[in-house]
């Protein structure tokens, strides 16, 4: 720590937000809320759909990023963690399970699910592996339209209650907090988020984390380690899965519906996708950065410039050429194109950790 | 470098460590190359009846002209390929994938996961949840699974069924395709479709049954003739291919001609990635952080750095793999193979493209490796690093062995000069 003295406070302060930048990140977004009323209103919301998409990309960062097996299909498992989350909790099913048990069940389906699709597909790589998820992607869009009498097809399941429904806090419904309240949501959001941080952080630097790596960088070699690739990856397929399966309960319980099943296409998959190469594969930072770029343009600043545009009068014949809206593709694709021209390693690449160097005992 | 004392007493009598009787390796048709840069032409032998013992404790060179076979037959030992004949053995043992319980019960798993979702396509689950579920929910009655169960039982036994729908009671058959009749009352509605179902079952239990089907009986199906169920060449060939990572964890290890680490990962992420299978603890524990967990990983972290020292790469602990010096790569090649805790070390060409300071500093770092105890077998073509440290020497050309003994024998062997420099003739 001696050489941190040396350094302006500018640079120290700069040293600290580098390594602490989760502590901060965390503070920040927690004290949000109490500061910023519009938290409270629309944004809130918007905010809270930026929280899931992180924790989405988390989880497709587990494949694409660590194991480097290329996943076209995530929003699939979004889906299938949305429809067994609104299945275990609609008020048409007797199931009816509290938000913890069927959030824990959802993510565990997902996993399953990405177990029996991996197993059949461990032996492809790269561009076939990509197709297969992507025709994946697609068969559980189908089948959530087609299963008519489950899903209830192009409607939806709804209407999914909050978390905590019925779950009474002092005199306070809790279920009635989260329906009035955005801000409850984007607390839970928030923390299920810092957990998803915390358990990815701990699993990049434990021995699954490095072999995920290892497997990546060269499988022959990892096998010639006494690593399983076969077990490997499968559990890169079960993790990827099932933090995607959670992500999709959250969603499904914040819109307190599970939307259509078109929610859970191709476009969402690419979308998380593109978050991921943005930000860095294999970066928690950049994965988080990279959804709150890519997605946060799309889904806070958007609507929000849009809005501004519409107050400030400057398009009274509502031309798409002057809307915010209208230029949103463009904007979204000239900055992919920039940024993979000047980082093609993603905003924040991935960063092998610095280990001390051990006394070296007998 | 003090020169070695006579023969290691390894080479007499012992066990040998390692073993190949009768290996060979044949290419072509469907054996998969892509893994490693191979140029061979179709259906060609590429190792023929190879022998070789391993004493342990002692290094063994494998020699011969580019082309031989040497890096195949590595290959083979490591498990990269299965031996086209022959066997190779590891402490008399022959290393392939166990038949545990675990892999029963794992490939049932998720066979029956795989079957089950292909099942509930085929029975139109979507059908199936409305009988059991949906039609649980329609009266005020708790839903029960035993009910559940029984509408389930109903559903394949194609039973008559009583459905809602805006608010009038339907009685439709099992997959709600038909309605019967519809009512306004639930209670007159169940006792029609009782006097419905009664007729049904009538009429099915009518006019010809089905045949037992359980007249044909197996024959052979007694008592006596039992058949092995796995005989040694289906195992081989179950294994075949798929044992890399079992020959690893058996105490096998080795390097790359063409140098393969994790360049990406830091040089003390790499020897961990060796470390692997002697961390202890599962997702959970690594999730959780637990106390044990912790003290696994520093474990781990203070061996490697052992590993690192012993090959004299402590300071470049935090470098990232790829950007370290071609020797120093060849050396984390060989920190992490040590770190697999193997007792046999497989070093394909170390010493490749060193300069002479360097390959002389490897050849001390191999002997010190078997100075700890460990076997080595060696491909090298720098000769004066072969004669000079190994215990035995076999020589190999179009992949045949043609001389194997002591090196001052081999080097005088009158086929091994052809070998090298060309017949005269």
Known sequence: MSHLSALTPRDRALAFLRERWDLVALVVLAVAPLCIPALGGALGGQVTTLFIYCILALGLNVMVGYTGLVHLGIAAFFGIGAYCYAILTVPMYPFQMRFALAAAISGLAAAAVGLALGAPTLRLRGDYLAIV??????????????????TGGMKGLNPVPPPGAGVRLGDMDLGLAFAVDPRWFYYLALLVLAGVVVAMRRLENSRLGRAWVAVREDELAAAAMGISATKVKLSAFAMSSAVAGLAGCLYAASLSTTADPNAYDFNRSIMVLCAVILGGLGSIPGTLLGVALLVGFDTVLAPWADAWIQQMNINPTGSSLLSFSGWRLAVFGLALILVMRFRPAGLVPSRRLAAELHEVHG | ????????????????????????????????????????????????????????????SLIGPNGAGKTTAFNCISGVYAPSGGTVRFQGRRLERAFTPSTVWSALAVGLLTGLLFAAAAVDVDRLWQAVVKRGMITDEPFTLAGAADRLHGYFRAELAIDQMAGKWRIVSADGSDVLAIRRDLAEARAVRNELQAAVTARRAGPGTVPDATDTEQPGAAAGARVPLLHEELLDRLAAGKSRDVVARAGISRTFQNIRLFSNMTVLENVLVGLDRTIPGGAWAMLFRTPANRAAEAAAAARAF?????????????????????????????????????????????????????????????????????????????????????????????????????????????????????GEG
């Open chain 1, 133 to 150: 998820t992507l025709g994946f992607g697609e068969v559980v869009k189908v089948t959530l339209r087609n299963l008519e009498q489950i």
């Open chain 2, 1 to 60: 470098m003090t020169p070695r004392a006579a023969d290691p007493p390894a080479l007499v009598g012992s066990v040998p460590l390692l073993s190949l009787e009768g290996v060979t390796i044949r290419f072509g048709g469907l054996v998969a190359v892509s893994d490693l840069d191979l140029d061979v032409p179709e259906g060609s032998i590429v190792v023929s009846d190879l022998d070789l013992d391993v004493p342990e404790g002692s290094i063994v």
């Open chain 2, 306 to 422: 052992e590993a690192l020292a012993f090959v004299g790469l402590q300071g470049d602990a935090n470098r990232i793999a790829g950007q370290l010096p071609y020797g120093d790569q060849r050396r984390l090649e060989i920190a992490r193979a040590l770190a697999t805790g193997a007792t046999l070390l497989l070093l394909d060409e170390p010493a490749a493209g060193m300069n002479p300071a360097e390959t002389s500093a490897l050849a001390q770092l191999v002997e010190r490796i078997r100075d700890r105890g460990l076997t080595v077998l060696l491909i090298e073509h720098h000769m004066n690093v072969v004669m000079r440290i190994s215990d035995k020497v076999a020589v190999l050309d179009h992949g045949v062995k043609i001389a194997e003994g002591r090196p001052e024998d081999v080097r005088r062997d009158a086929k091994v000069i052809e070998a090298y420099l060309g």
